[in-house]
């Protein structure tokens, strides 16, 4: 397809849809890293039996060390 061939509008258009896909990209990754690190808090305050729930800090550092 020719990029001239594409209207003004569609070109609006495509553009919104892929800034309004950054942004949800960009609001999911937010909420992962504050699910992350809302746990990792809570794990250290003691609110959360960082036994049963472990911390992320830990995971990490446990799948670092079952690499090597």
């Known amino acids: 397809m020719d990029?001239?061939?594409?209207?003004k509008d569609?070109?609006?258009?495509?553009?919104?849809?892929?800034?309004?896909?950054?942004?949800i990209?960009?609001?999911?990754?937010i909420?992962?890293?504050g699910f992350i690190l809302a746990w990792e808090?809570?794990?250290n305050i003691g609110?959360?039996?960082s036994f049963i729930a472990s911390q992320p800090?830990?995971?990490v550092k446990t799948f670092?060390?079952?690499s090597r």
């Open 3 to 7: 990029k001239k061939a594409i209207s």
């Open 10 to 23: 569609r070109k609006i258009y495509l553009r919104k849809q892929k800034m309004n896909k950054i942004a």
């Open 25 to 29: 990209l960009t609001v999911q990754i």
């Open 31 to 33: 909420i992962v890293v």
């Open 41 to 43: 808090i809570l794990a």
């Open 47 to 49: 609110i959360i039996d």
């Open 57 to 59: 800090s830990r995971i």
């Open 64 to 66: 670092l060390n079952l």
